[in-house]
């Protein structure tokens, strides 16, 4: 067993920030990184991700609908499969940037790989490994849930993380919720020639929002070929086929798209 004088569970921004110090300070530190590489959402499957495919996306939109007078814009082939990959070293350049170099030069800090479990409170074992610690940080972050529809975990769907990195892109996609991450996704796929249909529970997109802007961004959704579903809740999800059908209950009722 080791004894260290920090340990942090957790390998992303709160985690790494508090590793940085701890290095600073001088103390012997262990960082437990779970199943994300280093430097948690963020870099891998939040900010730097999505909003490369947002510029993309932006970018085929523009060559499709650009009002410019005297400027020609023209969309000669997508290859969809290379804006992923492409995404995805961004994504390992400033990882390996902004974070794998900077952990490097982080004296006293061991970054260990795998599931942490508490044996007493002061005490872990990862793997094979304990480690005792009279300080310990608990920044696991958070990870992506399906909701408890029934079929829907027998049918497959994406998440906001497989959805950054699957490079097929699908005919026709069903976004169930209308925050920021099902608004962003359902946008994307639509301006890359997917047919989107956006699912919300609540009678307004984005429902922490004002309802000028709601309105505001449900009609430029309409606009760009978005279907847009108020007050409908997701029951169940089968197969048919090679499809996935799911059945939603609006205020008429049950419906399946």
């Known amino acids: 067993m080791k004894s260290m004088d920090f340990l942090i569970l957790g390998a992303g921004a709160s985690a790494f920030a508090a590793a940085i110090k701890a290095s600073e300070l ?26 490369s495919l947002v510029r993309a996306a932006e970018l085929v939109h523009l060559a499709g609908t650009n009002p410019r007078p005297g400027v020609r814009l023209s969309l000669a082939e997508l290859d969809f499969a290379e804006i992923i990959r492409s995404e995805r070293r961004l994504v390992d350049a400033m990882r390996h940037k902004k974070y794998e170099l900077v952990m490097e030069q ?15 409170p002061h005490r ?17 972050g958070s990870t992506a849930v399906a909701p408890p529809v029934p079929g829907l975990v027998e049918a497959g769907f994406l998440t906001h993380v497989t959805a950054l990195t699957s490079e097929r892109l699908p005919g026709s996609l069903l976004v169930l919720g209308a925050g920021p991450v099902g608004l962003e996704f359902a946008q994307v796929y639509a301006r890359f020639g997917t047919k989107v249909t956006l699912a919300v529970r609540d009678r307004q997109l984005f429902g922490r929002t004002e309802p000028e802007l709601s309105r505001r961004l ?11 579903l108020k007050e409908a809740k997701a029951v169940r999800v ?20």
């Open 124 to 140: 872990v074992r990862v793997g094979a490994k304990e480690f005792r610690s009279e300080r310990v940080l608990i920044a696991t």
């Open 106 to 120: 982080a004296s006293g800090v061991t970054v260990v790989e795998g599931a942490a479990e508490f044996l007493e």
């Open 218 to 228: 449900g009609e430029i959704f309409v606009e760009e070929g978005i279907t847009v």
């Open 238 to 257: 089968e197969r048919r086929g090679n499809l996935k059908v799911i059945t939603l209950r609006g205020p008429a009722g049950d419906f399946d798209i």
């Open 26 to 51: 001088g103390a012997k530190t262990a960082m437990v990184k779970g199943p994300l590489p280093l430097g948690g959402t963020c870099v891998n499957v939040g900010c730097v991700p999505s909003k």
